[in-house]
């Protein structure tokens, strides 16, 4: 699977100050093959987060398009849009994204019964909390989670629908060296089957698993 | 088993708290709405039943008994009185124009004494002449004629098992009971005159009579008059009150009237505090819910990460507030029933006038009606917290706090 960007741009409108605009992301293409590592590093505010939302469908660019293959993302309407995020997008964003009600394995459920009727694959959500290490929290609420739990949940939600595609936003935040080196290892690995994986992280480890690091500074892109 | 059509009873199991919020405003309109109306329909129904049974025209009292009573307040108030003229007065009203067919009472209380089993009012008719009180006993399952001794009783009276009833230490036989006004009819013992004459003699026996210088044989309570075909009734009862002294007369037209006031006072009061109640609790809801998927906003943006539509969301914010109203509501429903049927009585009382329940039926398209009503809030408010996600920025919410 590949994806790719193309002069993608974003502009938001500063705070009580509706005629002026500051850029976060100038037009930046980038492209994201099958099987590919690329993590983005740079300092908070360089515009990774924003870069990382376009092109996962998330947030609508200024100017530029996101093809998913041959598919313009933002030529979709929102059904068919949300839709490819569930099966060919795992995203990974910042912060907890848990739902409270539920428990550890429901919440890495959750992609898989958003569109589907049958009976949710546990075994393989099982596998995959026991591949991030948290597969004795399974029955725990969100709320027993310290935060670099929550991360991993996260993670392996991310996965459960065997995306081709991984945007994963500071993934390793909070957590340990062990844990963080087992998060990169379960990337690199699913590069290697065939995944296409992007890290937005300030790791310095994960330039050890990724194809190619790339920085942003001030909204662009610099090798 | 998780999927998406349980996820909003998850959700709602999952925020107990603010949940049981929600269900108790949802149930506070239902009480409000559904036990509000059945509380003007129960005192309609309680009215009309009295009207109904009390079967005459014109209702002829002695005068000087007017100040400690009035027509409605036998029939709808708690206390028994008495009081009585002379029985020549009957005779008297017979004579006048328009009168077709008169019918004496004659009216007793028991005592709170231990000689009486319950302070009840004590009604004794002739069946000879009798028009109003029969008829009911006609649709009343009795063991056979009434006798010496055998009483009719009101459905409030209890019936012990060996029916009998005691009054100035004289026992009576229970023949039957009739079915419920909500008025103070319910509390009432109906007899024959020889009856009565027997109780009044015992009660003179024991010095439990204020009215001990009067003649048992000789004396009636009121006279119920059904005037002549065609007759004016306002017209009757003036020549009535015109020709026979010593008598105070009321047309059952008066005491429509005077119901209808009481029922409109009753209704209008009834109607505003529902309405309020109802505004509150819709007001209530709709910002508690809100609030709520204000603050779980990040998990709806979870859900958008995750590939859910907007379509999926309205979806689980439409389950959860639908689940949550109508959950209430039905509890509200089940609470007013229950509250109405039991306390029915006392709140007959407290309002000052008869309450008999609503029909099945009635009952049944009041809870259909409360319902919408709580579905309405719901769709209000799915609908003000759908409008919210569809502006919402999922990608901006999750980099916010973060």
């Not at chain 2, 003699?201 to 002549?228: C, Q, R, T, W």
């Amino acid at each position: 699977m590949l994806i790719k960007a193309e002069g993608l741009k974003k502009d938001f409108p500063r705070a009580g100050k509706s005629s002026n605009f500051f850029t976060a992301v100038y037009p930046i293409d980038l492209e994201l093959k099958a099987g590919q590592m690329i993590e983005i590093t740079g300092r908070s505010g360089s515009g990774k987060s924003t870069l990382l939302n376009m092109i996962s469908g998330m947030l609508t660019p200024t100017e530029g398009k996101v093809f998913l293959d041959d598919i313009d993302l933002y030529s979709l309407d929102e059904k068919a849009l949300s839709r490819i995020r569930n099966e060919k997008i795992g995203l990974i964003p910042q912060g907890h994204t848990a739902l409270l009600s539920l428990t550890v394995l429901e919440n890495v459920l959750l992609p898989f019964i958003l569109y589907n009727k049958e009976q949710a694959p546990e075994e393989r959500a099982k596998e995959l909390l026991e591949k991030v290490g948290i597969s004795s929290l399974e029955n725990a609420r969100p709320n027993e989670l310290s935060g670099g739990e929550l991360r991993r949940m996260a993670i392996a939600r991310s996965m459960l629908m065997r995306p081709g595609v991984i945007l994963a936003d500071e993934p390793t935040a909070g957590l340990d060296n062990e844990n963080t080196l087992a998060v990169l290892e379960l990337f690199r690995k699913a590069a290697d089957e065939g995944a296409a994986i992007l890290l937005v992280t300030h790791e310095n480890e994960a330039a050890n698993y990724a194809d190619e690091v790339l920085t942003m500074d001030g909204g662009k892109l610099v090798e | 088993m998780l999927s998406l059509r349980n996820l909003p009873f998850r959700n709602l199991k999952g925020y107990a708290g603010r949940t049981a919020a929600l269900l108790i405003f949802a149930m506070l309109m239902t009480v409000a709405i559904f036990g509000g109306t059945m509380v003007i329909g129960g005192v309609r129904n309680g009215l009309e039943t009295v009207e109904s049974r009390l079967g005459a025209d014109i209702m002829v009292t002695p005068s000087d008994a007017k100040n400690e009573f009035d027509a409605q307040t036998v029939l709808l108030q708690a206390e028994p009185g008495y009081f009585y003229m002379d029985r020549g007065k009957l005779d008297e009203i017979a004579r006048v124009e328009g009168v077709e067919k008169v019918s004496p009472q004659l009216f007793m209380a028991s005592a709170k004494a231990g000689c009486c089993s319950a302070r009840l009012q004590m009604i004794a008719f002739d069946p000879a002449s009798d028009f109003s009180i029969q008829p009911w006993i006609a649709d009343t399952a009795t063991d056979g004629e009434m006798g010496l001794m055998d009483v009719i009783v009101g459905s409030n009276v209890t019936v012990y098992e060996d029916r009998i009833i005691r009054f100035y230490d004289k026992e009576c036989r229970i023949i039957g009971q009739f079915a419920p006004t909500g008025s103070t009819l319910d509390n009432c013992v109906y007899m024959n005159f020889d009856t009565v004459k027997e109780l009044i003699e015992a009660s003179f026996a024991k010095g439990l009579n204020i009215y001990s210088e009067y003649d048992p044989d000789n004396v009636i309570s009121d006279v119920m008059i059904k005037v002549a075909p065609g007759a004016d009734i306002t017209a009757v009862a003036e020549a009535i009150q015109n020709q026979v002294s010593g008598v105070s007369v009321v047309t059952s037209k008066n005491m429509v009237s005077g119901i209808g006031d009481s029922l409109r006072h009753i209704a209008g009061s009834v109607s505003v505090f529902t309405v309020i109640f109802w505004i509150i609790g819709m007001l209530m809801t709709i910002l508690i819910f809100t609030l709520m998927m204000n603050e779980r906003k990040r998990e709806f943006a979870s859900l958008t990460a995750m590939g859910a539509g907007k379509g999926i969301l309205s979806g689980i914010v439409t389950g959860e507030a639908f689940s949550v109203n109508l959950l209430g509501g039905i509890a509200g429903i089940v609470l007013s029933v229950v509250i109405l049927s039991s306390f029915k009585n006392l709140i007959g009382q407290g309002l000052g006038v008869g309450f008999v329940l609503p029909s099945i039926a009635t009952m049944l398209l009041l809870a259909l009606v409360a319902l919408l009503a709580v579905i309405l809030t719901a769709a209000i408010s799915s609908r003000i917290v759908i409008g919210k996600l569809s502006r919402m920025d999922a990608s901006l919410v999750l980099k916010e706090g973060e």
